[in-house]
């Protein structure tokens, strides 16, 4: 049921059905696209200048973090990042519903997070009608390149997700998931252990 108390952000960021084709809800979208859009201009050795954006556009930005352009958003405010973050190029976030990155997780590039669903009945989509359901990532956590997150799913501390996954449902903590949709191989283990040269 419709909360008349809440305005149309607040509405999609509970998670509400609703048509998201307002005026309030246009107007932050093109605000966010105005900052995104300086930000992928900016060249990487203005480093000061693209924090400064990166800070204003984003909910919480930890310390010692990397987003290589291009990068993108919806919002941006829904986004909360913690500390030690990598994210390679193209990563795009569609964060209607609220975003929650942990310490040190890494990304590869061409990762899309997705927290909104469209209708399925076509009149009610060419509506605009919508729901957004929040994505939650926890700490040390390693994404691979081209991997689809979609809304509602948390992935716990330590997972790895393989390259090219789609992940549609939660992922424990500790383990390694691959596949689409993605599922949970095994738990990452000392025969993990890699020893370096240097």
Known sequence: MKNETMDDLELM???AWLRATTPQIGEALLRTREEIFRLNALPPSAAAERDAILRRLLG???THYSILSPFYCDF???????DHFYANFNLTILDEAPVTIGDHV???PDTGIYTVSHALRAEQRNEGIMRSLPVVIGNNVWIGGHVTILQGVTIGDGAVIAAGSVVTHDIPAGMIAAGSPCRVLRPVGEEDRVVPVR
């Not at 941006?76 to 913690?82: K, V």
Request: glycine share 32%; charged share 5%.
């Open 76 to 82: 941006g405010t829904q986004i909360s990042i913690g």
């Open 13 to 15: 960021t509970a998670g």
């Open 106 to 108: 890494y990304i590869g």
């Open 60 to 62: 919480r930005l930890g």
